[in-house]
């Protein structure tokens, strides 16, 4: 409703009780109720959720429309990320939040910090979702409420053209609120807690649920070793239990991302259920590594495969592990992804061990051979060394060309000299690209950096440390960081406004008219940065 119909229909919602609210200003109720678009989790869901699914649809029209997102520990981070793009691209348009279950396990667990392997409470990120949704409402209000103010001064001056300017930019106001790709790492637990927790993550605002098929109580993260997969059938049966808990909970776009970690997984906890050849248990047993036996060979305990006549016995490994054949991951990658599209995904996540879009493509090419319209989300890995993976692509680029690679040293390609040569400027021109140009041959809707704002806010702090308690002293402080806030604009230089002062000044205005004690008066410091 626009603001002037809102102001209206409260006008006439007071004058309905006859008196008993001459109290209640109807414009400031409006401002209240703008300022509180998003009532629910729910609300949240469902509107991020029908974005999403546009944005889909605008991608597999032009490739170049793909999205991105930065994962986010804390509402802080995802508000400030957001008003930072809104002030520098004026749009929240094709940009989404992250939640990175591994930033829950080393920042948000009540144990400390914990490795990415499903041991933090799993409430904690359904409450992250909470807090990151409530950090960006609160970054409507903010803005809205700067307007709000722009408004009175425009009135009490009579600049009618300043108060129309401004009206028609909270006409026109576009909401912090955006999609959400939330980590539901492996389920916690079985097909029923996935369902349970996804419940959860969806009352909380996420339309957008990320599970991946390692067994819960091995998880690890994507890119370590020692990844333990379940059958398809197992996975499956997960993906059906979030989208049930989308369609009970209303939001019938949610969409379901289903990511493999079977390129780096050489192990699974167990064998597949299989009732005939060529199902698809029997196609996630033919990548195991076995042997074939003689039943007078068999040993007590053995576990033994029938195939085409032929008794074979799986490796299984002390920890009652059994094994993939090597060179097989790629094969169940694409497996996997078919599977999953096929039963209820929208979207995949193929966790590979480096960023290289050929690599990528390959299998996509294969997967959209069978889904046509397959798309992916990307993990932009800070695990990856970016810099020498792209300086050695391009290094091998240059020996299969037959160029002179004499001054190059392929293994280390890090050191700095290299930073201004022929291939470090080509390796950064890649790495500028990459995004692009695998939305464009790779089939990626989305690019996502996992934990960047982990190593942004070490890194920060490693430098003001370094500068605060060595000698520039105060002036570390000075020059680092509220210089430059002043001179970029930054919004968290007034920080008591950026905590709510403003807005709770705004409503003791309303609640108690002219004998409010309002905290931003004169002698507030903060006046210093207008």
């Given at each position: 409703?626009?603001?002037?119909?809102q102001?209206?229909?409260?006008?006439q919602l007071?004058?309905?009780k006859?008196?008993?609210?001459?109290?209640?200003?109807?414009?400031?109720?409006?401002?209240?109720?703008?300022?509180?678009?998003?009532?629910?989790?729910?609300?949240?869901?469902?509107?991020?959720?029908?974005?999403m699914?546009?944005?889909?649809?605008?991608?597999?029209?032009?490739?170049?429309?793909?999205?991105q997102?930065?994962?986010?520990?804390?509402?802080?981070?995802?508000q400030q990320?957001?008003?930072?793009?809104?002030?520098?691209?004026?749009?929240?348009?094709?940009?989404?939040?992250?939640?990175?279950?591994?930033?829950?396990?080393?920042?948000?667990?009540?144990?400390?910090?914990?490795?990415?392997?499903?041991?933090?409470?799993?409430?904690?990120?359904?409450?992250?979702?909470?807090?990151?949704?409530?950090?960006?409402?609160q970054?409507?209000?903010?803005?809205?409420?700067?307007l709000?103010s722009g408004?009175?001064?425009?009135?009490?001056?009579?600049?009618?053209?300043?108060?129309?300017?401004?009206?028609?930019?909270?006409?026109?106001?576009?909401?912090h609120v955006?999609?959400?790709?939330?980590?539901?790492?492996?389920?916690?637990?079985?097909?029923?807690a996935?369902?349970?927790?996804?419940?959860?993550?969806?009352?909380?605002?996420?339309c957008?649920?990320?599970?991946?098929n390692?067994?819960?109580?091995?998880?690890?993260c994507?890119?370590?070793?020692?990844?333990?997969?379940?059958?398809?059938?197992?996975?499956?049966?997960?993906?059906?239990a979030?989208?049930?808990?989308?369609?009970?909970?209303?939001v019938?776009?949610?969409?379901i991302?289903?990511?493999?970690?079977?390129?780096?997984a050489?192990?699974?906890?167990?064998?597949a259920?299989?009732?005939?050849?060529?199902?698809?248990g029997?196609?996630?047993?033919?990548?195991?590594d076995?042997e074939e036996?003689?039943?007078a060979?068999?040993?007590?305990?053995?576990?033994?495969?029938?195939?085409?006549?032929?008794?074979?016995?799986?490796?299984?490994?002390?920890?009652?592990?059994f094994?993939?054949?090597e060179?097989?991951?790629?094969?169940?990658?694409?497996?996997?992804?078919?599977?999953?599209l096929?039963?209820g995904?929208?979207?995949?996540?193929?966790?590979?061990?480096?960023p290289?879009?050929?690599?990528?493509?390959?299998?996509?090419?294969?997967?959209?051979?069978?889904?046509?319209?397959?798309?992916?989300?990307?993990n932009?890995?800070?695990?990856f060394?970016?810099?020498?993976?792209?300086?050695?692509?391009v290094?091998?680029?240059?020996?299969?060309?037959?160029?002179?690679?004499?001054?190059?040293?392929?293994s280390?390609?890090?050191?700095?000299?290299?930073?201004?040569?022929?291939?470090?400027?080509a390796?950064?021109?890649?790495i500028r690209?990459?995004?692009?140009?695998?939305?464009?041959?790779?089939?990626?809707?989305?690019h996502?950096?996992?934990?960047?704002?982990?190593?942004?806010?070490?890194?920060?702090?490693?430098?003001?440390?370094?500068?605060?308690?060595?000698?520039?002293?105060?002036?570390?402080?000075?020059l680092?960081?509220q210089?430059?806030?002043?001179?970029?604009?930054?919004?968290?230089?007034?920080?008591?406004?950026?905590?709510?002062?403003?807005?709770?000044?705004a409503?003791?205005?309303?609640?108690?008219g002219?004998?409010?004690?309002?905290?931003?008066?004169?002698?507030?410091?903060?006046?210093?940065?207008?």
């Open positions: 409703m626009a603001y002037t119909d102001i209206r229909a409260n006008e007071v004058a309905s006859q008196g008993r609210w001459t109290g209640i200003n109807p414009e400031s109720v409006a401002r209240m109720q703008l300022q509180n678009r998003f009532r629910t989790g729910l609300d949240i869901a469902r509107y991020t959720a029908k974005i699914r546009e944005d889909m649809a605008a991608y597999d029209a032009d490739p170049s429309q793909y999205t997102s930065l994962g986010c520990w804390h509402g802080f981070i995802a990320k957001m008003i930072a793009i809104k002030k520098h691209f004026g749009t929240t348009k094709r940009k989404y939040l992250y939640l990175s279950g591994w930033m829950v396990a080393a920042l948000r667990s009540e144990f400390g910090p914990l490795p990415d392997q499903s041991m933090h409470e799993k409430t904690s990120v359904p409450a992250l979702i909470e807090e990151l949704y409530t950090f960006l409402r970054a409507d209000a903010r803005e809205l409420d700067l709000f408004i009175d001064k425009a009135r009490a001056a009579g600049d009618t053209a300043k108060e129309q300017e401004l009206l028609g930019q909270v006409e026109n106001f576009q909401t955006v999609p959400i790709i939330a980590d539901i790492d492996a389920g916690f637990g079985n097909a029923e996935t369902y349970l927790l996804a419940k959860k993550m969806i009352e909380a605002g996420a957008a649920l990320q599970i991946e390692q067994v819960s109580d091995e998880k690890q994507g890119h370590q070793d020692g990844k333990v997969t379940v059958p398809h059938e197992d996975f499956l049966a997960k993906i059906r979030c989208r049930y808990a989308f369609l009970e909970l209303g019938e776009d949610g969409v991302v289903t990511r493999t970690d079977s390129l780096g050489g192990l699974t906890k167990q064998i259920v299989s009732h005939e050849p060529g199902d698809i029997d196609q996630y047993n033919s990548f195991l076995c036996i003689d039943p060979t068999a040993r007590n305990g053995d576990v033994i495969l029938n195939r085409n006549g032929k008794l074979l016995r799986p490796k299984r490994l002390p920890s009652n592990l094994q993939f054949r060179g097989t991951g790629e094969d169940r990658c694409v497996l996997d992804s078919i599977t999953s096929q039963n995904a929208d979207l995949l996540w193929i966790e590979t061990e480096k290289h879009v050929e690599q990528i493509a390959g299998m996509m090419d294969r997967i959209r051979e069978v889904v046509p319209n397959a798309k992916l989300v990307y932009n890995s800070p695990s060394n970016w810099t020498l993976n792209f300086r050695q692509q290094y091998d680029a240059m020996v299969k060309e037959g160029l002179d690679v004499s001054e190059y040293d392929r280390a390609l890090m050191d700095a000299k290299y930073d201004d040569t022929e291939l470090g400027i390796a950064d021109k890649r690209t990459f995004q692009a140009d695998g939305a464009r041959r790779a089939g990626i809707f989305h996502l950096i996992t934990l960047p704002t982990y190593h942004t806010a070490a890194l920060s702090t490693d430098n003001l440390a370094k500068e605060y308690f060595g000698e520039a002293g105060m002036l570390g402080y000075v680092g960081v210089r430059q806030e002043i001179r970029q604009g930054i919004a968290c230089v007034k920080h008591q406004n950026m905590s709510g002062s403003d807005i709770g000044d409503h003791k205005e309303y609640f108690a002219e004998a409010a004690l309002k905290a931003g008066g004169v002698n507030n410091t903060m006046n210093q940065f207008s």
